[in-house]
């Protein structure tokens, strides 16, 4: 039995590269969500994902960010042209069909924007 | 819109200490409440979730309690050890798609 996972673990990279980072939910999950974490802060919605769908962005989710969940399996968070106001743990969830608030979260993604 | 508010931000007690986290929201109408530990550099484990019509739930040393109409909840650990150690989040759902976190309590736990 596996949980979220998420790849890679950490990325550090230079200010204007893009970068792109994975999620793959639990098998069966239909829903797909990701949340960006910054150090002393709790974490905060960016999107989320009911299948192949994206049915809601966070005004935090500027025009560089983009993510995508073709066949509603795995999901990509691109950031292009990254800042420094990047830097921060990016997290992945998913929930189960009729459990929309039974998220469960994967170990994240630490992006360092140098 | 939803606020969730956690106090204190940090917390150093001596190991067997019985200690007390404290989460308020502003909008009470929410279908539950969700406490979660958060290792350093790690993805969050949910504790205990609290249905709104619940009054408390308790996991082994954890005892989560919710005053909706007051917009309050409070987590309870009871004898402290080390591995407690950790930032305590606690989450709202309103019914809407994503959950709301508060800032999280830092709970340091000494031998």
């Known amino acids: 039995d596996t949980g979220v996972s998420q790849d890679p673990r950490h990325k550090i990279t230079k200010r204007g590269q893009n970068v792109t980072f994975r999620c793959d939910p639990i098998?069966?999950?239909?829903?797909l969500y990701w949340y960006r974490q910054t150090l002393g802060q709790g974490p905060e919605f960016l999107t989320y994902?009911?299948?192949?769908?994206?049915?809601?962005k966070s005004r935090l989710l500027s025009d560089r960010f983009s993510a995508e969940r073709p066949k509603g399996s795995f999901s990509t968070l691109e950031i292009q042209r990254t800042e420094q106001g990047d830097s921060a743990m990016y997290l992945c969830?998913?929930?189960?069909?009729?459990?929309?608030?039974?998220?469960?979260f994967g170990p994240g993604t630490r992006l360092t924007v140098t | 819109k939803q606020e969730v508010t956690q106090i204190p931000a940090a917390l150093s007690v001596p190991e067997g200490e019985n200690l007390v986290l404290n989460c308020s929201f502003t909008?009470?109408?929410?279908?539950?409440l969700q406490w979660f530990r958060q290792d350093p550099g790690k993805g969050l484990t949910s504790l205990l979730l609290i249905q709104s019509s619940q009054r408390e739930q308790t996991s082994g040393r954890l005892n989560a309690s919710l005053d909706k109409s007051s917009g309050r909840s409070t987590l309870y650990i009871a004898a402290s050890q080390p591995g407690d150690s950790a930032t305590y989040l606690c989450?709202?759902?309103?019914?809407?798609?994503?959950?709301?976190f508060g800032k999280g309590t830092m709970l340091l736990v000494s031998p």
């Open positions: 098998s069966e999950h239909n829903r």
């Open positions: 994902f009911q299948n192949e769908a994206q049915l809601e």
């Open positions: 989450a709202v759902w309103s019914g809407y798609s994503t959950l709301t």
């Open positions: 969830a998913s929930s189960p069909p009729g459990g929309a608030y039974e998220q469960y």
């Open positions: 909008d009470s109408a929410i279908y539950n």
